[in-house]
Structure formats: structure tokens, C-alpha cells
């Protein structure tokens, strides 16, 4: 076999090995995929925390919180709230707890080790919760969002926000996400557990499109 083939070959499994890591970050990969995530998601982040319309005194949650960026900026806007982040990767709760400690050191943050499946708060506990690029990570989404329901009081507004499928995705990686009827199933989900007010939006985002899914607690 080539150097060049060789070097390709071993290229190819670290990558392989750096993708599966943005699933369930663990050890020096897992921290380099964390890095990744945090300046690559910096639009999208704020692109959801906008369309949360977070109050100060609002108590918000993130499911799947990663590196921290957006639990940050939500806890900067629930001023006199709380902004909780769970993450089911110990790499991703430690990363975003120090991306947070000012907001944890003030008693406005905190992060948790937990999957979507199994929220650690009592019922009603939050107003508002959001989701970025993790939900397809999420072992059942089914469970995740009933369990994000569960954690909500009545009026409570949710975000979820995902990468989705571009008709010529070809060999990019930000191309690639959800499909159509995926995105439709997921809405689909959403109004069978309860929720109203369901809805979803494309936004282009240069190399990539994220659409928006909107719900509304009863």
C-alpha cells in the first residue's frame, strides 16, 4: 500500500472516530468536538435563543446543552431566571460549566449530567426549553420530548433546532440532516404529546440550513 493511501486510510478513521464523537463526547476527541461545536453553531445558538424570547425572570432549559454557548447567552437574557443545561457527556457538562461559571458562580446557571430520556427536575419546573443539532442524537425522540414536556409549566414555549437535508448535499458534512418527512414526524410527535401552536421554518445559515420546530405547552 501507497504512504498517500495510508495517510488517507488513517485520516479517514479520524474522522470517523471525531463524527461519532458529536453524538456522545468523550476523552481528547470528545473535547475537540466540543471545541468544533462552539464556533460552529455560534449562528444557530443565537438564532434560537432569539426565538425563545427568554424574560429575565424566565427559567429556561437546554437539552443537549454541549458545549455551553447557548446556555450562556440564556442565562445572560433570564437575568433574574435560571438557565439549566443537561448533556448526557461528561466532557460536554464539564466544557459548559466552565463556559457558564460566571452565571454559576451568581447562582443563574447550572449543568447536569443527564439524557433527554430521564430529566432530573420536577414536574413544571421551566418556562422555556430548547434544543440545538442534539435531537438526532437522542436515543428516542419520542421519550426526549415528552420529557421535555413533562418539565414545563402551562404556556411554556420550546425550540428545537436541527440541521437539515440539502437537496445536492454531496460530500459536505453541514449539508446532510433531517429530511422533509423527518421534520414533519417530528411535528407529528410534538402535536400527539400535547403541544399546540406547532410549526417549523428553514433558515439558511451559509453552508448549512437548520430548521426551527415551535410548540407551545397547553
Given at each position: 500500500?501507497?504512504?498517500?493511501?495510508?495517510?488517507?486510510?488513517?485520516?479517514?478513521?479520524?474522522m470517523?472516530?471525531?463524527?461519532?464523537?458529536?453524538?456522545?463526547?468523550?476523552?481528547?476527541?470528545?473535547?475537540?468536538?466540543?471545541?468544533?461545536?462552539?464556533?460552529?453553531?455560534?449562528?444557530?445558538?443565537?438564532?434560537?435563543?432569539?426565538?425563545?424570547?427568554?424574560?429575565?425572570?424566565?427559567?429556561?432549559?437546554?437539552?443537549?446543552?454541549?458545549?455551553?454557548?447557548?446556555?450562556?447567552?440564556?442565562?445572560?437574557?433570564?437575568?433574574?431566571?435560571?438557565?439549566?443545561?443537561?448533556?448526557?457527556?461528561?466532557?460536554m457538562?464539564?466544557?459548559?460549566?466552565?463556559?457558564?461559571?460566571?452565571?454559576?458562580?451568581?447562582?443563574?446557571?447550572?449543568?447536569?449530567?443527564?439524557?433527554?430520556?430521564?430529566l432530573?427536575?420536577?414536574?413544571?419546573?421551566?418556562?422555556?426549553?430548547?434544543?440545538?443539532?442534539?435531537?438526532?442524537?437522542?436515543?428516542?425522540?419520542?421519550?426526549?420530548?415528552?420529557?421535555?414536556?413533562?418539565?414545563?409549566?402551562?404556556?411554556?414555549?420550546?425550540?428545537?433546532?436541527?440541521?437539515?437535508?440539502?437537496?445536492?448535499?454531496?460530500?459536505?458534512?453541514?449539508?446532510?440532516?433531517?429530511?422533509?418527512?423527518?421534520?414533519?414526524?417530528?411535528?407529528?410527535?410534538?402535536?400527539d404529546?400535547?403541544?399546540?401552536?406547532?410549526?417549523?421554518?428553514?433558515?439558511?445559515?451559509?453552508?448549512?440550513?437548520?430548521?426551527?420546530?415551535?410548540?407551545v405547552?397547553?
Amino acid at each position: 500500500m501507497s504512504e498517500e493511501l495510508e495517510h488517507g486510510s488513517a485520516s479517514g478513521r479520524l474522522m470517523a472516530r471525531l463524527n461519532s464523537n458529536f453524538g456522545q463526547p468523550r476523552g481528547l476527541l470528545g473535547r475537540l468536538a466540543g471545541w468544533i461545536m462552539a464556533r460552529e453553531n455560534v449562528r444557530a445558538n443565537r438564532l434560537v435563543v432569539e426565538l425563545l424570547a427568554i424574560g429575565a425572570q424566565d427559567r429556561v432549559i437546554e437539552v443537549g446543552c454541549g458545549p455551553g454557548v447557548a446556555l450562556a447567552d440564556a442565562a445572560d437574557r433570564a437575568s433574574r431566571g435560571m438557565a439549566v443545561g443537561v448533556d448526557p457527556s461528561a466532557v460536554m457538562v464539564a466544557q459548559a460549566t466552565r463556559h457558564c461559571r460566571k452565571a454559576i458562580a451568581a447562582g443563574r446557571a447550572e449543568v447536569s449530567r443527564a439524557p433527554a430520556a430521564a430529566l432530573p427536575f420536577a414536574d413544571g419546573s421551566f418556562t422555556r426549553a430548547f434544543s440545538v443539532n442534539a435531537l438526532p442524537h437522542w436515543p428516542s425522540a419520542r421519550e426526549g420530548l415528552a420529557e421535555v414536556k413533562r418539565v414545563l409549566g402551562p404556556e411554556a414555549r420550546v425550540v428545537i433546532a436541527l440541521r437539515k437535508q440539502r437537496q445536492s448535499a454531496g460530500a459536505d458534512p453541514h449539508a446532510h440532516g433531517a429530511s422533509e418527512g423527518e421534520v414533519a414526524d417530528l411535528c407529528a410527535t410534538l402535536q400527539d404529546l400535547g403541544f399546540r401552536d406547532v410549526g417549523s421554518r428553514d433558515h439558511e445559515l451559509g453552508r448549512e440550513t437548520l430548521v426551527t420546530i415551535l410548540a407551545v405547552t397547553p
